[in-house]
């Protein structure tokens, strides 16, 4: 049995993989627990970080039986920001999760 | 001449006949795979840039180290109505605009000139069906989906639905604003480098 961290992980790859499908073959992003979603270093521009992220929050409310939202203010305002990464944006959820 | 709009990641300038070769190549690009076929040849572009009538607002978008990164315009201004329509949104150069949120600023800079500057009241426009991504795009900032005409666009090979999405200058207020301004300055929390100014 997968850990909640396995799981949203498995969330976050699926967003990035459905990403994936719609760009080029030459555009198509390394994916992993490291892959930078934003600031710095960054794979995506603020158009394909606002997909992946509303395909997580459907993907999570449909895995876990309730919403979450990365999209609103508290997320946005937190400091670290959470969607620097993908291990960063698990941690996140995990923790929304676990409230 | 149309005024520059100035954010803090990136301006709007006004779209020029010498932008014609540069915007060709995003307009033909795999990225614009999903807009409506435009011009073919260097000459066509020119001549379509040329003829923009003075009811349109058509911009470059660069960042702030002058880097022309995309565009994006306003047509179909109807000020008996109120409304326009935001559109031919494309980040042709997308690698200069990862890790920032050089799309979301350029957005709010065009809703503040259609809703504030200009004073209009509701905006809207069309998606093609398939384009799932700037169908997502548009929803997180606040355009709500009105309806739907069955295979209405032929794009990518295929008749595909055309989505029709609006939103009025309240909603912006509320709902779109403070979102947009929080991805920003989620940008900025990020960001290393200093802007320019």
Not at chain 1, 26 to 33: H, P, V
Not at chain 1, 46 to 63: G, H, N
Not at chain 2, 121 to 127: C, F, S
């Amino acid at each position: 049995m997968s850990s909640k961290k396995d799981q949203v992980e498995a969330i976050i790859f699926g967003a990035l993989e459905a990403l994936n499908a719609e760009r080029a073959p030459d555009e198509q992003l390394a994916i992993s627990a490291d892959t930078r979603l934003f600031g710095p270093d960054a794979v995506l521009d603020s158009l394909s970080l606002v997909s992946v992220m509303v395909d997580v929050e459907t993907m999570a409310s449909d895995e876990f039986g309730r919403a979450i939202s990365l999209t609103d203010d508290r997320a946005m305002s937190q400091t670290p920001v959470p969607f620097t990464s993908v291990r960063a944006l698990s941690a996140y959820i995990e923790e929304l999760l676990g409230e | 001449m149309r005024a520059t709009l100035e954010g803090e990641f990136v301006r709007l300038r006004p779209l020029e006949v010498t932008d014609a070769e540069m915007t060709l190549g995003w307009r033909t690009s795999q990225r614009a795979a999903h807009l409506n076929a435009g011009s073919q040849t260097l000459d066509e572009q020119a001549r379509w840039i040329a003829s923009r009538p003075e009811s349109e607002y058509n911009f470059v978008i660069e960042l702030r180290d002058g880097r022309p990164v995309g565009m994006v315009s306003v047509t179909g201004l109807d000020e008996r109505h109120g409304t326009c329509e935001p559109g031919r949104f494309l980040i042709g150069d997308e690698a200069a605009v990862r890790g920032t949120p050089a799309a979301v600023e350029s957005m709010k800079l065009i809703y503040e000139l259609v809703f504030e500057r200009l004073g209009l009241r509701r905006i809207h426009g069309t998606i093609v069906s398939e384009n799932t991504l700037m169908i997502k795009w548009q929803k997180f900032l606040g355009m709500r989906e009105e309806g739907r005409m069955r295979q209405h666009f032929f794009v990518n090979g295929r008749y595909q639905d055309c989505v029709i999405f609006g939103m009025l200058a309240d909603e912006f207020r509320r709902d779109a604003l403070p979102r947009m301004k929080a991805l920003i300055a989620a940008g900025r929390a990020v960001r290393t480098t200093a802007p320019d100014e």
